[in-house]
């Protein structure tokens, strides 16, 4: 799906034909009088595009490409386009957000993959129980921006992540605890860009090279989780479990490559899963079949939660499990499942693989 991002009201309260009739300094002046004013990560591009190809050609022949693109990237650092990378990075590296295929409705892809692993040591006499956490992920998020008719980019943002950290589950009640963790991570976020057009590669890619397209960072992140579990055992035989809890984050790029704005962001995710296990009469390999409903839904929070134009979703799935023997020596069962995620304009699934370890 072409995303053809120079349409509708140009852009929050000044048209661009105005803007045209403007030099790029005075027409940028514009847009960040505006800026207050939310926009996505694919807003946030097309007004900078979109100023740059309207106002910026005329003045291609009065004034150097250095000086343009000297002016292109002061304005990307007070535009808040980091908050849209930060706000990605939460999304890739989120242990509460499973491994992902999601489709938004404006045409951006997401592809998450996630490996969490979690260890739970053998609780105290009072019943405190450390947890040590860990996340890999590998994501990409990919799109095509149409500035004019003809000018088509094809852009791409890869991220390979990691993080560890540990936490403290402590009893409050009878099948209630509370949680809280630390974790600490690094990631590495990089773009790409193809410029389909008959300006693209002449005027586009001198300009915006390394400021808005191709370009790559490192990005550390430090987060902050408190959560309840709540679990039920009804009739001896069925297990209905409450996991919900917030994650705080704080989110810097460092390492940038040359000419790359750097940016340092808050975010936040709330959480909320109820998964309920019941069993099968049957049996596989005379090992336990039992099966798992699971409802959740997750909402980013903070002043940029919209940064990637949706800010929660819901999630509704199934999975089926195996009961493994006790002469097995990591773990107590395994399970593999499939899982809806849709609303707030977007729409996708997973495939959830879980494990109890012994």
């Given amino acids: 799906m072409t995303n053809t991002l120079a349409s509708g009201p140009a852009f929050y309260g000044y048209s661009l034909a105005a803007a045209g009739g403007l030099n790029y300094t005075q027409a940028m002046d514009i847009f960040q009088r505006h800026r207050e004013i939310w926009m996505p990560l694919r807003y946030r591009y097309a007004a900078l595009l979109t100023l740059l190809f309207s106002s910026s050609l005329p003045a291609l022949s009065q004034s150097t490409v250095a000086d343009i693109r000297d002016q292109l990237g002061r304005d990307v650092r007070n535009s808040d386009i980091g908050a849209g990378y930060a706000q990605m990075l ?3 590296t989120d242990p509460s957000i499973s491994a992902s295929l999601l489709e938004l409705d ?13 260890i739970e040591l053998p609780p105290s006499e009072r019943g405190w129980q450390w947890i040590l956490r860990g996340t890999l992920s590998k994501a990409r998020a990919e799109g095509e921006l149409s500035v004019f008719e003809n000018e088509i980019i094809d ?3 890869d991220a390979t992540s990691g993080e560890l950290g540990a936490g403290l589950l402590v ?9 809280a963790a630390g974790e600490v991570g690094i990631s590495r976020l990089e773009n790409e ?12 890619a001198p ?3 390394g400021v808005l397209f191709n370009w790559d960072t490192n990005a550390r992140i430090l987060s902050a989780t408190l959560g309840l579990n709540q679990q ?8 209905l479990s409450l996991n919900s809890h917030y994650t705080f984050s704080h989110i810097a790029s460092y390492s940038e490559s040359d000419d790359l704005p750097s940016f340092s962001e808050d975010t936040g995710t709330l959480a909320a899963k109820i998964d309920f296990r019941h069993p099968y009469a049957a049996t596989v390999a005379d090992l336990p079949l039992f099966g798992v409903a699971h409802l959740g839904a997750t909402a980013f929070t903070g002043p940029n939660r ?5 800010s929660h979703f819901y999630e509704a799935g199934y999975s089926l499990g195996l009961d493994l023997p006790e002469t097995s020596r990591y773990f107590e069962s395994l399970s593999l499942g499939y899982q809806w995620n849709f609303g707030g304009g977007v729409d996708g699934y997973s495939i959830l693989f879980g494990w109890a370890l012994k």
Avoid: C
Avoid at 106 to 118: A, M, S, T
Avoid at 306 to 310: Q, Y
């Fill in 90 to 92: 939460n999304l890739f």
């Fill in 207 to 209: 300009v915006a090279d």
């Fill in 232 to 239: 039920w055992k009804l009739r001896e035989r069925y297990d």
């Fill in 106 to 118: 404006d045409g951006v892809d997401y592809n998450i993959f996630k490996l969490p692993l979690q």
């Fill in 306 to 310: 919209d940064a990637l134009d949706f």
């Fill in 155 to 157: 852009t791409r943002w």
């Fill in 193 to 204: 860009a193809e410029y389909n057009g008959p300006l693209g590669d002449i005027v586009l």
């Fill in 171 to 179: 009893p409050v009640s009878r099948g209630l605890s509370v949680f």
